[in-house]
């Protein structure tokens, strides 16, 4: 019997260590609201979290969203917007959709404070046309996704934003390129078949009737955000390891689902796509 205690003993101290690596859920002040209602599970262990990216905004004022008076590690920037209605509604879309052990409420990952992003294979990030990450962001970033993990970006639109994105994520993946993803990947037939695909408008267009937040017609803060764009890195394996949503606002679609006000085939076409690429990032 002595003999066989360490292995128990070892098997609890691997779990006690798993458990302590992983940070406790923690909840940030919101760009839009700061009274969502926490799901009363919020706190259950599940196999798959939806992980929020935390990042520094931009330097540069681009557009009206520049706020310097706020300190990224607060909340209330850019990283914060859709959040945290947008994460539930997609968490709770999951646990209706696919058979994926799903957790009720999101993670916020800022990877300049630990390993914590480690234990998460699915990473999200809103509004990436305005993030400028760290050089100790960058490295964490790309050891994150040289152990497997899976990067999906979203709702960032036009030719600036485009280049702010490219400024951070080039120092990520310098060696990568990135490309349009082909209509027989399968990243789009996990389980939905997504060949029809259309351009997923934020909530302005309750008051635009335009699914183009950035057009060349009314270009605003930068033009060009009136194609959207479905693009991707592969690793050497063929994986794809980040998706990008160019000229779409996906979060909309997710956090605005039980609004009456905001049309149905946005949401759903967004969930799906939000479905298909966390199953294939949990699948392959």
Request: proline share 7%; net charge negative.
């Amino acid at each position: 019997m002595r003999r066989l205690l360490p292995v128990p003993l070892a098997a609890a101290l691997v779990l006690c260590v798993t458990l302590f690596a992983q940070r406790p859920f923690r909840e940030y002040p919101a760009w839009e609201y700061n009274n969502f209602p926490l799901p009363p599970d919020y706190n259950v262990p599940a196999e798959w979290t939806f992980a929020r990216l935390m990042y520094p905004t931009f330097h540069l004022p681009i557009d009206w969203q520049f706020r310097p008076q706020y300190d990224w590690h607060d909340g209330y920037t850019n990283w914060t917007i859709d959040y945290p209605r947008s994460d539930r509604h997609l968490a709770m879309a999951m646990r209706r959709l696919t058979r994926i052990d799903a957790r009720s409420a999101e993670q916020p990952i800022n990877l300049e404070d630990d390993d914590d992003v480690f234990n998460y294979p699915w990473l999200y990030a809103v509004e990436v046309g305005h993030w400028e990450l760290t050089d100790k962001e960058v490295a964490k970033f790309r050891e994150y996704l040289a152990r497997g993990g899976f990067f999906m970006c979203d709702d960032f639109h036009g030719t600036t934003e485009w280049q702010v994105f490219l400024h951070s994520m080039k120092k990520v993946i310098p060696d990568r390129e990135i490309v349009d993803l082909p209509n027989d990947s399968p990243i789009f037939h996990t389980v939905y078949d997504l060949d029809h695909r259309y351009q997923v408008p934020g909530m302005q267009y309750v008051y635009t009737h335009s699914v183009c937040e950035k057009c060349r017609t009314n270009p605003g803060w930068g033009s060009g955000g009136d194609v959207p764009q479905w693009r991707g890195v592969y690793d050497d394996h063929g994986r794809i390891v980040i998706a990008i949503c160019h000229n779409m606002d996906l979060g909309d679609s997710w956090e605005n689902a039980d609004d009456v006000r905001y049309p149905q085939q946005f949401s759903a076409l967004g969930i799906r796509i939000g479905v298909n690429y966390i199953v294939y990032a949990m699948t392959h």
